[in-house]
T-cell receptor, first 116, second 116 residues
Framework: AQKVTQAQTEISVVEKEDVTLDCVYETRDTTYYLFWYKQPPSGELVFLIRRNSFDEQNEISGRYSWNFQKSTSSFNFTITASQVVDSAVYFCALSELMEYGNKLVFGAGTILRVKS | DGGITQSPKYLFRKEGQNVTLSCEQNLNHDAMYWYRQDPGQGLRLIYYSQIVNDFQKGDIAEGYSVSREKKESFPLTVTSAQKNPTAFYLC???????????????FGPGTRLTVL
């Protein structure tokens, strides 16, 4: 069965610190997708990134970067020079392919608190 | 603007009452999903629908029912059989298929249900 583990329940940092959120996954599929979503206090999930299993290139988007390592089944997320607005719950998710479309399996989430 | 709307944002219900949560999308997506979120846990799939007049149970369907009479609408009914209905409910939609972009799910703002 698919499984996503986010071992860090809560992380607190001071503004401008770098922070890495860990994500480890389990799947039997050879083709799959990994996602990161941000959930601010308003509750809506905001899509951050999608990565397919055949693309192990790391990605950088502004202060955000992602490290995908298939060998260790990890898809970690780093925020550089954190800001108070980064405070949110962050979810890592794994797609489970169905006959049509997909289902997402979520980790428990990591609460990030950035203090000024 | 294209997106997903959920109403109401907050909902209070007395024990023993059924209640229906609304979810509407104008993204022309074929697939729609309902997730439940509890504190400290990730999102869990309740029901999903890949096409009009068809839907499947997710991981925690007991005590819930859905309908999909129109492509843009996927209401969720929380019945009195649901033993612990207090939670945050999120609706999502996605295109249907196995392609790269078909794996991204777009989320609504959520409905917070409290049973009194």
């Amino acid at each position: 069965a698919q499984k996503v583990t986010q071992a860090q329940t809560e992380i607190s940092v001071v503004e401008k610190e770098d922070v890495t959120l860990d994500c480890v996954y389990e799947t039997r599929d050879t083709t799959y997708y990994l996602f990161w979503y941000k959930q601010p206090p308003s509750g809506e999930l905001v899509f951050l990134i999608r990565r397919n299993s055949f693309d192990e290139q790391n990605e950088i988007s502004g202060r955000y970067s992602w490290n995908f390592q298939k060998s260790t089944s990890s898809f970690n997320f780093t925020i550089t020079a954190s800001q108070v607005v980064d405070s949110a719950v962050y979810f890592c998710a794994l797609s489970e392919l169905m006959e049509y479309g997909n289902k997402l399996v979520f980790g428990a989430g990591t609460i990030l608190r950035v203090k000024s | 603007d294209g997106g997903i709307t959920q109403s109401p944002k907050y909902l209070f219900r007395k024990e023993g009452q059924n209640v229906t949560l609304s979810c509407e999308q104008n993204l022309n997506h074929d697939a729609m999903y309902w997730y439940r979120q509890d504190p400290g846990q990730g999102l869990r799939l309740i029901y999903y629908s890949q096409i009009v007049n068809d839907f499947q149970k997710g991981d925690i369907a007991e005590g819930y029912s859905v309908s999909r009479e129109k492509k843009e609408s996927f209401p969720l009914t929380v019945t009195s059989a649901q033993k612990n209905p207090t939670a945050f409910y999120l609706c999502a939609s996605s295109p249907l298929g196995q392609g790269e972009s078909d794996n991204e799910q777009f989320f609504g703002p959520g409905t917070r249900l409290t049973v009194l």
